[in-house]
């Protein structure tokens, strides 16, 4: 498989700040890789550094092999859509997407040609002399995809363009642009702070937080099985204790939680007893009232404090019996647990596969 | 209720009514009807139109009259060539904290007269002056050239003068350009010429058309720099109408200049406008 985007140890520095530190990762020709942190973590430096926007203080990157080190973001073969989309505002929708074109010194007709079968493929036939004041928040982000996909970019680089848009039109921008990246087989690098984008739209993931990259796997694996408590934290829902090791019997260990309650969980690698750890849970690994006779279940009792009603991921909020932490418990939607009201007490079931284990840093 | 809030209307609109009034539009009145008046053999004052005639029977007065307003349209478009870098230096490139201070730079010059600033510009300039001195004692010349009373002297006088009415409209109207723009537009692939006239003219053209207005009327009513940097062979047309009110005493020749000069200015707005397609409600924004 050709690699499209290679970056070796790209770091900037700003300063005595350091944005982007180490960074190293190659994304294959047509995948759709994103790049998932919460705001600060350095990841639009990263996406500008690849763009040509920003000069990185050392590292490596290439595409199709080739060193970009020295290359203008003009003369580069990405291109970068902003997260206000920075269309121009002096001219319509059909100069707009020719633009780059225009600066390739492409001949008229063609030009013309290539803009209305992209405005055609993009939904938006007959827009070229449309100002770009007249477009709605959809229209326009596809007029800014447009406008980069027409130059048949290697690597088209996203920055949140998804950001500014409201909630309904988001769900729907982020199907049009998994279909679209699936279509056009163009590769896709895609910066974002909502997990929810990157999980859906991606092939594969990186997590970054602080300048560094804490994970890069594909959505499954970094919601079932995160490499650190940052990624367990920031991606997915998840309940959190910390605790030390009581007991540890090969990959298998009792935790005592700050709280006092003991748990039964898998680690990943053997800890001696007396270890800090954290303990993640997420929201649907704990069943609520398990019969009594699945065995090897951590049990406890909670009283529930709230009802989230929200769909198909409805939750209850809960307190266990003996302390405040507060808990998340997914509350599938098959009617089967109407009865449960404000207030009540459940019983809590969680199978010590299902818990997440890291040593505190 | 609304009786009242007519009357603070009357009551602050009245000073600037009678200030319009008084100074400006009786006085233009006056100008206007004695300009086309004329004293006939015998002595006394009859209408005609001898004033505009003489203007287009004399070439000294076109001549003028038409280098002031080449030479007033080339300090305009010089003044916004060398304002643009400016404005953009200080608007997109330096850090925001020392925005301010370089704009007070550009005013601090202002806080004195024209007068004071343009002897200053004679003292560096005068055979005697300061650059010649130094020109000498370096070796560069052989004796001092006298740098003042030309065209260049006074078209760099008049751009000084200038500057300033240039870079403050084209600073807020950079300041509005979002920077991704430029950006953007370099990731599509242009170079920086490219920028410069699709992104960022056209974005700044109401910013350049009012500063470009501004300029062009000071430095085509402006009298004191070319008067006095300029030297006999630049004649300014302001130094014509001064000449017949002043010299010849003789008004009505000046008032019909005055008209002229009015008409100049408003017709070269005119059509700067319709050029640059922009509406003059839109430019004084």
Redesign the interface.
């Known amino acids: 498989m050709q690699i499209d985007l290679s970056v070796q140890d790209a770091t900037k520095r700003f300063k005595d700040f350091t944005a982007v530190n180490c960074v190293s990762f190659e994304v294959q020709k047509g995948h759709f890789f994103s790049i998932l942190g919460p705001s600060g973590c350095g990841k639009t430096t990263l996406l500008r550094m690849i763009a040509g926007l920003t000069e990185p203080t050392s590292g490596i990157i290439e595409i199709r092999g080739q060193d970009m080190a020295g290359t203008p973001p003009n003369k580069r073969p990405v291109n970068l859509i902003f997260q206000q989309l920075a269309l121009f505002p002096m001219m319509n929708v059909g100069e707009n997407i020719a633009f780059g074109l225009q600066r390739r010194k492409v001949n008229k007709a063609d030009i013309k040609k290539k803009v209305h079968a992209i405005l055609e493929r993009s939904d938006l036939p007959g827009f070229e002399s449309k100002k770009i004041s007249q477009l709605s928040g959809g229209q326009k982000q596809r007029v800014a995809i447009a406008r980069c996909l027409i130059l048949e970019p290697t690597v088209l680089l996203l920055d949140e363009p998804l950001g500014a848009l409201d909630l309904k039109l988001r769900e729907q921008m982020k199907v049009e642009l998994k279909k679209l990246q699936a279509k056009v087989g163009t590769t896709f690098v895609y910066i974002t702070h909502d997990q929810s984008e990157a999980l859906v739209m991606s092939d594969y993931v990186a997590v970054m937080n602080e300048g560094e990259f804490e994970q890069i796997d594909t959505p499954q694996n970094l919601y079932n099985r995160p490499e650190t408590s940052f990624v367990a934290n920031f991606v997915g829902e998840n309940n959190a204790w910390s605790g030390k090791i009581k007991e540890c019997d090969g990959l298998t260990a009792e935790i005592e939680t700050a709280e006092g309650s003991l748990f039964r969980t898998k680690l990943k690698e053997s800890l001696q007893p007396g270890t800090e750890v954290d303990l993640f849970l997420r929201p649907e690994a704990m069943v609520i009232q398990p019969d009594t006779d699945m065995s090897d279940l951590n049990r406890f009792e909670v009283v529930v404090k709230s009802l989230l009603f929200d769909g198909a991921n409805s939750r209850l909020l809960a307190n266990p019996l003996n302390d405040d932490t507060q808990l998340l418990i997914a509350l599938p939607q098959n009617r089967q647990y109407d009865y449960i009201k404000v207030n009540d007490k459940i019983k809590i079931g969680w199978d010590k596969q299902s818990g997440i284990c890291f040593p505190k840093k | 209720m609304k009786h009242q809030h007519r009357w603070t209307l009357l009551i602050f609109l009245t000073p600037v009514l009678l200030w319009l009034f008084l100074l400006i539009v009786l006085p233009q009145i006056d100008l206007f009807i004695m300009s086309f008046r004329t004293e006939n053999d015998a002595g006394k004052m009859v209408w005609s139109i001898t004033n505009y005639y003489n203007f287009f029977n004399e070439p000294i007065y076109w001549l003028t009259f038409v280098r002031t307003a080449v030479y007033s349209i080339l300090v305009t478009f010089l003044t916004f060539i060398i304002a643009l870098p400016v404005a953009f230096y200080i608007t997109k490139v330096v850090k925001p904290k020392f925005q301010g201070f370089l704009t007070v730079l550009l005013l601090i010059p202002f806080w004195v007269s024209e007068m004071v600033r343009v002897y200053g510009w004679m003292i560096l300039l005068r055979e005697s002056g300061v650059i010649n001195h130094f020109l000498i004692k370096f070796g560069i010349l052989n004796h001092p050239v006298e740098m003042l009373y030309r065209d260049s002297t006074m078209m760099l006088g008049l751009i000084y003068t200038s500057m300033l009415f240039m870079v403050v409209p084209l600073i807020s109207a950079l300041e509005s350009l ?1 920077d ?2 430029i ?9 920086m010429w ?1 920028i410069l006239f ?2 960022i003219i ?2 700044a053209t109401p910013g350049i058309v009012s500063g470009s207005i501004v300029v062009f009327m000071l430095t085509l009513g402006n009298y004191l720099t070319p008067n006095l940097m300029g030297g006999k062979n630049s004649l300014w047309f302001t130094e014509q109408i001064y000449n017949q009110f002043i010299a010849s005493f003789n008004w009505n020749q000046g008032s019909a200049f005055g008209f002229l000069l009015l008409f100049l200015s408003s017709f070269v707005i005119w059509v700067g406008l319709k050029l640059s397609k922009q509406t003059l409600k839109k430019v004084i924004q």
Do not use: F, R, S, V
């Open positions: 979002d991704n723009l950006e953007a537009a370099y990731d599509l692939g242009a170079n490219t699709k992104i056209p974005h």
